[in-house]
């Protein structure tokens, strides 16, 4: 069930210490001077937001009184619904197909373009906010703006990273210094820590962030693709076949059970010294370094990029909380309003600081938030947002790119592969068939 939070003047007191904050973080991010959009609030507006559910508690804490500070100023009441990861894309489909429901639903990656003749083009915010504050990066132009345009169909609100997250202690054990970033030596790499009974392991279950994160790095690290530059289906290729040979020998150093790994898996395994590299958000991190029974934990372990393979970068995608305004809101200006507000300094800086690195800015100016400087771990996920590489890779953002994800198209390959249920070059022609469906609905 989502978490139901309604905004009143009473609830003010964390808006006013967030404000304190908020004033204190925002002086060290540099802001162009660009006269603020009128939005023209709609008299008696009203608006319901939908988010996925937090991984560090300060993400809900000081959203919810950024969202207070709003109705403060403007008299327009919030309320803020958290639900699971899982059930995210569900209710966005559900509200996008009823026209009812949410005003604003911050949802995933690609889910504005699924939904592209039910959301409200917020090219106006966008504008505004890119001029102010530097610039969208890399990332957040990719998943906000309609492929082949310069139309914003949604506000990437930030993304999380998932690099590798590794013991180095146990790496040290295998007799390396650091994780290579060749196919080759990370092989052996694994094999050796599976020797020394500290093994790795990835998520190959159907988990939103971790599964997908890690088949989209292994088939891009080869140089394999999900869809061609064209548009056309392309994973069906030597070099996907290549990346689920390569699997067959990696999966073997994994730690039991990794197939049926959801998103909280990992973090639990890590924690209880069952897993020694992994990939992950800086929530594990933080999670064992706040906990005395598991600082020791926290201090051997590090951060790195995933390794780039046959790549110029490491071929990670972020994952992108996407803001949408749905075209059944009665008061979409509010709406815009509320996000321009939550994406200003004084709100967005002490938010992003409150994450500590969980989620990564989409605007150039936040590179210089002090998170990014709090902990020499944490400084790997500044710029997340900045990669070429996003979920349907290397072709345009379409509703069937999307669909493939969430139907989990390129997990399941990979899944079938490790598990001997197929062969690679099954597996491939098998995702191509899957894949093939959704694109035919363009």
């Not at 869809?227 to 020998?249: F, H, K, M, W």
């Not at 020791?296 to 909380?321: C, Y």
Request: neutral net charge; contains cysteine; proline residues 5%.
């Amino acid at each position: 069930m989502p978490t139901q939070f309604s905004i009143t003047r009473r609830t003010l007191g964390l808006g006013g210490a967030a404000s304190l904050v908020g004033a204190q973080a925002s002086a060290q991010i540099q802001a162009a001077q660009v006269p603020t959009p009128n939005f023209r609030v709609e008299n008696g507006a009203t608006l319901r937001v939908l988010r996925p559910v937090r991984f560090v508690q300060p993400d809900e804490e000081v959203f919810r009184a950024n969202c207070a500070r709003f109705a403060q100023q403007t008299g327009v009441q919030v309320r803020v619904d958290f639900v699971g990861w899982e059930d995210i894309n569900q209710q966005t489909a559900v509200t996008a197909n009823t026209g009812a429901g949410p005003d604003v639903i911050i949802g995933f990656n690609e889910a504005p373009h699924v939904y592209a003749d039910k959301v409200v083009e917020v090219t106006d915010v966008a504008e505004y906010l890119g001029a102010k504050y530097g610039g969208w990066k890399r990332l957040a132009e990719r998943y906000g703006r309609r492929h082949g345009t310069n139309n914003w169909l949604a506000l990437p609100f930030g993304a999380s990273g998932g690099p590798l997250v590794w013991r180095k202690s146990a790496v040290n054990e295998a007799g390396f210094q650091s994780i290579p970033d060749d196919h080759a030596s990370y092989l052996r790499l694994c094999q050796q820590l599976r020797r020394i009974n500290k093994p790795a392991g990835f998520a190959l279950g159907n988990a939103v962030g971790d599964g997908n994160g890690f088949a989209n790095w292994l088939v891009w690290s080869f140089g394999g693709r999900l869809v061609n530059d064209d548009g056309s289906v392309g994973i069906n290729s030597p070099q996907t076949i290549q990346a689920l040979e390569y699997l067959r020998e990696l999966y073997a150093t994994f730690v039991p059970g990794t197939l049926a790994w959801g998103d909280i898996s990992n973090n639990r395994a890590y924690a209880s010294n069952e897993l020694f590299l992994t990939a992950n958000g800086v929530s594990l991190y933080f999670a064992l370094k706040n906990d005395a029974a598991t600082r020791a934990i926290a201090d051997d372990t590090e951060h790195s990029l995933l390794p780039k393979g046959v790549a110029e970068t490491s071929p990670m995608a972020g994952l992108t909380l996407n803001a949408m305004v749905f075209r059944h809101s009665r008061f979409p200006n509010a709406s815009k309003a509320l996000l321009a507000f939550l994406m200003e300094s004084e709100q967005y800086d002490p938010w992003l600081q409150a994450n500590l690195g969980y989620w990564s800015q989409p605007l150039n100016a936040y590179n210089t938030s002090a998170v990014w400087a709090s902990d020499p771990k944490v400084s790997i996920f500044r710029d997340v947002m900045d990669t070429a590489f996003y979920n349907g890779y290397s072709g345009p953002i379409t509703e069937g790119s999307a669909a493939a994800n969430a139907d989990y198209v390129m997990v399941q390959m990979c899944a079938s592969v490790a598990s001997g249920q197929a062969t690679p070059q099954a597996a491939a022609r098998e995702a191509e068939r899957r894949a093939t469906r959704f694109f035919r609905r363009r």
